[in-house]
C-alpha cells in the first residue's frame, strides 16, 4: 500500500527534552512538509524540503530541526527550545514543488508535561 | 488579519438539509484552491479542488470569486458522514499552502 506513516500516535515528553517524530513515505513524491496544528488555527508550516539533503524553513521553524537524507524520510526534532511543543504534528508530501495536492501522514500528537 | 478565514461554526443541520460555508482570502496573487476534509483528531483530506468556472462532485459544489476572494462550498443532501470540520486552503503564485482553522459541521438525524 501506497501511503505516509507517522510514529508514533501519540508521544509524551518532559519539559526540556527534544523528541523526533518520525515521517516515512513510499509514494516516490519529492517534496515533504512537516505542520504543527494548535486548536482553533490552520495548519502552520514548520519545514519543507523539496529534495534529497535539502530543506527550507516555513512559518514557524524556530525550536525545530529537520533532516532529509533519503527521498522516503523527513524526521522532525523538537527541540527544548520549542516553548509552546504540544500540539498535532502532520507530515504531508506533494509529487513535487508545483504540484498541488498534498497527501497527509496520520499525525503524532504530542503533549509536553 | 488572517490570510485564509473561516467562519469556526459549529453549524448544526438536519440530514437531508443544503449547507454552504464561505472561506475569504486576503493574498490577491492566490493561484490555487482547494477544500479538504478532517475528522476529528485524523488528518486532513482532499474534498475537491476549486476551479474558476465552479465544480461541482456528487452532492459537493466549490465556487470561487476572485473580484471578492472568497470560495464557498455548497452541501446538498447532508448526510450523518459528512460530520466533520471542513478547511478552506490557499496556494499564492510560487508560494506555500494557507490552511482556514476550518468550519466543523454536525450533521444531525
Known amino acids: 500500500d501506497g501511503g505516509i506513516t507517522q510514529s508514533p500516535k501519540y508521544l509524551f515528553r518532559k519539559e526540556g527534552q527534544n523528541v523526533t517524530l518520525s515521517c516515512e513515505q513510499n509514494?516516490?513524491?519529492?517534496?515533504m512538509y512537516w505542520y504543527r496544528q494548535d486548536p482553533g488555527q490552520g495548519l502552520r508550516l514548520i519545514y519543507y524540503?523539496?529534495?534529497?539533503?535539502?530543506?527550507q524553513k516555513g512559518d514557524i521553524a524556530e525550536g525545530y530541526s529537520v533532516s532529509r537524507e533519503k527521498k522516503e524520510s523527513f524526521p522532525l526534532t523538537v527541540t527544548s527550545a520549542q516553548k509552546n511543543p504540544t500540539a498535532f504534528y502532520l507530515c504531508?508530501?506533494?509529487?513535487?514543488?508545483?504540484?498541488?495536492?498534498?497527501?497527509f501522514g496520520p499525525g503524532t500528537r504530542l503533549t509536553v508535561l | 488579519r488572517k490570510e485564509v478565514e473561516q467562519d469556526p461554526g459549529p453549524f448544526n443541520v438536519p440530514e437531508g438539509a443544503t449547507v454552504a460555508f464561505n472561506c475569504t482570502y486576503s493574498?490577491?496573487?492566490?493561484?490555487?484552491f482547494f477544500w479538504y476534509r478532517q475528522d476529528c483528531r485524523k488528518e486532513p483530506k482532499l474534498l475537491m479542488s476549486?476551479?474558476?468556472s465552479g465544480n461541482e462532485d456528487g452532492r459537493f459544489t466549490a465556487q470561487l470569486n476572485r473580484a471578492s476572494q472568497y470560495i464557498s462550498l455548497l452541501i446538498r443532501d447532508s448526510k450523518l458522514s459528512d460530520s466533520a470540520t471542513y478547511l478552506c486552503?490557499?496556494?499564492?503564485?510560487?508560494?506555500?499552502?494557507?490552511f482556514g482553522a476550518g468550519t466543523r459541521l454536525t450533521v444531525k438525524p
Open positions: 504531508a508530501t506533494t509529487r513535487d514543488r508545483v504540484y498541488n495536492e498534498q497527501f
Open positions: 486552503v490557499v496556494r499564492p503564485l510560487n508560494n506555500d499552502m494557507r
Open positions: 509514494l516516490n513524491h519529492d517534496a
Open positions: 524540503s523539496q529534495i534529497v539533503n535539502d530543506f
Open positions: 493574498n490577491s496573487a492566490s493561484q490555487s
Open positions: 476549486v476551479y474558476s
